[in-house]
């Protein structure tokens, strides 16, 4: 995914506007860092090294949850998650 996508999402997620297809959510989380660590039918499970806990999700239909887009920008907030240089 292009690194101006990503920042355009990251944007999304930190106003806290909009939904978000399930998979740009993913992306956008593996760029932060994010590794995913267990699969189980729709449920995922990310671990990020700053994080200190997992970060389950799964979708609602093609769409990411509007509570878990409200959890990883608190979690971007709290522990100054930037975008990988890399992605």
């Known amino acids: 995914m292009a690194k101006s996508r990503l920042k ?3 944007r999304q997620v930190i106003d ?3 939904s ?3 998979r740009d959510f993913e992306a956008l ?3 932060l860092g994010f590794k995913l660590v267990r699969r189980k039918g ?7 090294p700053k994080a200190g806990r997992p970060f389950p999700v799964q979708p609602e239909g093609s ?3 509007w509570y878990q887009r409200r959890e990883l920008r608190d979690m971007i907030q709290k522990h100054d998650l930037t975008l990988d240089p890399g992605a």
């Open 16 to 18: 806290g506007r909009g």
């Open 20 to 22: 978000m297809r399930f």
């Open 29 to 31: 989380l593996e760029a």
């Open 8 to 10: 355009q999402l990251l």
């Open 63 to 65: 769409e990411a949850k």
């Open 42 to 48: 729709s449920h995922r499970i990310y671990l990020h």
